[in-house]
């Protein structure tokens, strides 16, 4: 079960899927306690990310970042 404390992870869902913004069905989001999992997605009617509830069926933890 993906962690509900703030870590950012890697969500997948099919309605993530998006043949020409996001054809893998992945991005990356985190729990908030009022909202539930929310993630960035790409809105191309206005050229911006919105942040927007999502309901997620795969994750995975985000890689460690590399040293300097």
């Known amino acids: 079960e ?8 890697r969500l997948f869902a099919e309605s993530f ?5 996001n054809p893998g069905g992945s991005m990356e989001g985190q729990w908030c306690d009022d909202l539930g999992w929310l993630a960035a997605v790409w809105n191309p009617e206005q ?9 997620p069926t795969h994750f995975q933890f985000l ?3 590399p040293k300097d």
């Open 2 to 9: 993906a962690p509900k404390d703030g870590t950012p992870l």
């Open 17 to 21: 899927i998006s043949e020409d913004f």
């Open 47 to 55: 050229d911006v990310w919105d942040t927007r509830q999502i309901v």
């Open 63 to 65: 890689p460690t970042p």
